[in-house]
């Protein structure tokens, strides 16, 4: 017989609920909500299961109502701050892959060319930091790996600072990836794709019931492309498995596994192409006008990145409402890349005897092919406890949200001898501009690498948070945080020319930060929600998980967002809008000394002030639209005491002043269902401001889908990059990384 599921009573005097830490705006038919009376702030007595839904509420649309990019489960109309959220219906409408792509989905979002990880992201043309503004379920997950989607619900961006959540970092703001969660029934799916390239890609997510409160969900990914459409070969296969018990019950326990291996291919980027020659002012810099598939590095090249994760948690719920969820994570992580930087050879080595420029540019033109190696290991232990509850004091109602975490950070880097000293390099071949994918290759086996640094790391957080609801349609948020980090960094340095001796030098860095959070809320009807707040945010020394004699024991950057907001729901609860105006200042920023290169300080200042608006839903019978749009008109280095890269009055590197993305859907029968929709990035300059900015870009993708049976398979077509379109997706000052050229992938989804 099956036993119906626990019920708490929820009481007015002890009701203790979410956090509401938040923001909102809401769309269409707002002004039909704005005649309705306030709904008076009544907390009457009610019975409802606790958390043991069979679904997730948004994972077959494109709208989102709640969040978990905080502490625990919020309602996006009661967070005082602008969050985009991509649901798992977006990434599979669009073939959204990798956390990269899915980012790329969403405005505001630019990238720099770097390490061919995902350290490099910017936001509001502020970095997401290395060391921690990235978060799986609410956990620090270090920028190490390409994340992939296969076992993810949806993926949260909070925009602005962060601080007070989640410690340091979180200056442009902060990404939370969701993991899918076992559910009290049994299904599954298998998705099974075949692309361009020889690109063939198999998911597996499957959920077996155990019990009347116990679950399991599987995931699993094999994939294998010779292209990915920019040039890399992808081999990468995942799988992921989460156990629960207790689900819905007065304690839940869960325990994750995760492991991702990547064996791709990298495409560490082209030289840009100057139009004039070296003495003749010129801004003019482009890409080549090449197919973008192009690959000039040599088949050697590798990028091998690997992620193991062991997630524990547990969630109490008391009989009055309120959690205490405590979470544990340990990870190991690893990185072997192998690339080349691929640049113009020198004047005499070309067949004309001249520098390269736009006008001598031929077939024949050569290539080198330089070694640009990052081995690395990274070992991380993140626990975090979490209470939320509801509580009445002085007559008003208050939603409480206070914890702590802990986290203990270990990084190692390893560094290739020299032939200088006593290492063996392979000579890498030149090429030909007329020959790219010449399969030339070297022996990376024969390259010998030593320990060249190690970085420590221990630091705790406490916080605590309060959303008090002073009337019925009033809400004041007030938040402070402190964080301890200690840090220590290991350089070992040896001779130009021997292996020996080996000199080790330490540097520290101790950080003791406050980070406060306040905004304000007006909800005149359950259809719209208007926000103020501010927010702080700090960067320590520290950001890249290294320190020198220069930056040790600095203070940290601080920084400051202030925002007005609104969302605003359509009458049927369909369709919201989200509109932000925003105004985001690094008050400290580091710099170096000009008299004195081996001193920083924290003389710099920078900001920047644009308007966000998204959309999403369902428009009218059978129509879905996704829109995220930013407009950065103000950006600004107020004061710098750089000579050379971002100088003082300059608009910083890699700010786009527009971005956004459009998607809609329509349903045509019961068996069809049609998408289209673009991708916009406006010009801007590559990172340290070389003088020029690099071309904006529109891409255009379409979809179609037909389900001939509601009980059986789906088959889906989706053509990225429609036009073939040539662009730099991500920008340094001296290459770029060509996006993804067209790709055409049919896809098989069954479900069972």
């Known amino acids: 017989m099956k036993t119906p599921p626990r019920t708490i009573t929820r009481t007015p005097t002890a009701s203790l609920g979410a956090l509401a830490a938040g923001l909102g705006l809401s769309g269409l038919a707002w002004a039909q909500a704005a005649s309705k009376p306030a709904e008076p702030a009544e907390l009457p007595v009610v019975r409802t299961q606790a958390a043991a839904e069979q679904d997730s509420p948004d994972s077959k649309k494109y709208l989102a109502t709640e969040s978990r990019i905080g502490k625990g489960k919020q309602e996006l109309r009661d967070i005082p701050q602008s969050v985009t959220v991509v649901t798992e219906k977006l990434m599979e409408d669009r073939k959204l892959d990798t956390l990269k792509d899915t980012l790329r989905q969403t405005a505001g979002i630019s990238f720099q060319a770097a390490e061919g990880g995902e350290e490099d992201i910017r936001l509001r043309g502020f970095a997401l930091q290395t060391t921690g503004d990235v978060f799986a379920d609410g956990l620090r997950d270090p920028a190490f790996y390409d994340r992939d989607t296969f076992f993810l619900e949806r993926i949260e961006v909070l925009r602005g600072s962060a601080s007070m959540l989640f410690g340091r970092g979180s200056t442009g703001g902060a990404v939370n990836l969701v993991n899918k969660a076992p559910r009290l029934k049994s299904a599954g799916k298998v998705d099974l794709s075949l692309a361009s390239h020889d690109n063939v890609r198999g998911v597996l997510d499957w959920n077996q019931k155990l019990g009347t409160t116990s679950a399991l969900r599987l995931g699993a990914m094999l994939q294998r492309a010779d292209n990915n459409g920019a040039g890399t070969r992808l081999s990468k296969q995942g799988v992921a498995a989460s156990f629960a018990t207790g689900i819905g019950q007065a304690d839940e326990w869960q325990v994750g596994l995760y492991h991702l291996d990547n064996e791709n291919g990298i495409n560490y980027g082209l030289p840009w192409l100057r139009t004039a020659d070296g003495n003749t002012p010129d801004p003019t810099t482009d890409v080549m006008r090449l197919d973008p598939t192009a690959y000039f590095g040599m088949a050697s090249d590798r990028n091998h990145g690997r992620a193991d ?283 170096t000394d000009p008299l004195t290169p081996d001193i920083v300080t924290l003389s710099g200042k920078r900001h920047a002030a644009g308007v966000e608006m998204d959309f999403s839903g369902q428009v009218g019978d059978g129509w879905q639209v996704f829109a995220s749009w930013m407009w950065l008109p103000i950006a600004k280095i107020d004061v710098s005491s750089a000579n050379s890269g971002e100088l003082q009055g300059d608009r910083p590197s890699l700010t786009p002043r527009v971005t956004g993305t459009l998607w809609v859907t329509r349903e045509v029968g019961t068996e069809w269902r049609f998408g289209a929709g673009v991708n916009a990035r406006g010009r801007q300059a590559p990172n340290r401001n070389p003088g020029w900015e690099a071309r904006g870009f529109v891409t255009a993708d379409v979809m179609a889908e037909y389900r001939p049976d509601e009980n059986g398979p789906t088959y889906k077509l989706n053509i990225s990059n429609l036009t073939n379109k040539l662009y730099a997706d991500a920008l340094y000052s001296g290459h770029y990384v060509p996006g993804a050229g067209r790709i055409v992938t049919l896809t098989g989804t069954y479900a069972f």
Not at 498 to 525: C, D, E, F, I, K
């Open 309 to 591: 994760q062991l997630t524990l948690s547990h969630t109490h719920r008391f009989d009055g409402g309120g959690e205490w969820i405590t979470k544990l994570r340990l990870a190991d992580y690893d990185r072997d890349q192998r690339a080349s930087t691929v640049r113009f050879g020198a004047a005499a080595t070309q067949p004309d005897k001249s520098a390269v420029i736009a006008s001598t540019l031929k077939p024949t033109t050569v290539l080198t092919r330089g070694f640009q190696p990052k081995v690395q290991q990274m070992q991380t232990l993140h626990a975090q406890s979490d209470y939320s509850g509801r509580h009445q004091w002085l007559g008003l109602t208050h939603e409480i949200q206070t914890g702590a975490d802990i986290a203990v950070e270990r990084k190692q880097v390893d560094a290739a001898y020299s032939a200088a000293q006593g290492g063996l390099v392979p000579t890498k071949a030149t090429t030909l501009l007329g020959t790219p994918n010449d399969g030339a290759s070297v022996d990376e086996g024969l390259r010998s690498f030593r320990r060249a640094s190690d970085y420590n790391a221990k630091a705790a957080g406490v916080y605590v948070q309060d959303l008090a609801q002073l009337r019925p349609d009033f809400k004041l948020l007030g938040g402070l945080r402190f964080d301890h980090l200690a840090g220590e960094y290991f350089s070992n340095a040896i001779p130009n020319n021997a292996q020996t001796p080996v000199t080790r030098t330490s540097y520290r860095m101790t950080v003791n930060q406050w980070s406060w959070r306040a905004g304000a809320l007006w909800q005149p009807s359950p259809l719209q929600s208007f926000h103020a707040s501010a927010a702080t945010s700090f960067n320590t020394s520290g950001d890249a998980y290294s320190l020198n004699a220069a930056n040790q024991n600095i203070p940290p950057e601080k920084a400051m967002n202030l925002e007005l907001g609104a969302k605003l729901d359509s009458e049927d609860g369909d369709f919201s809008t989200r509109f932000a105006i925003f105004r985001t200042t690094k008050l400290h920023e580091r710099n």
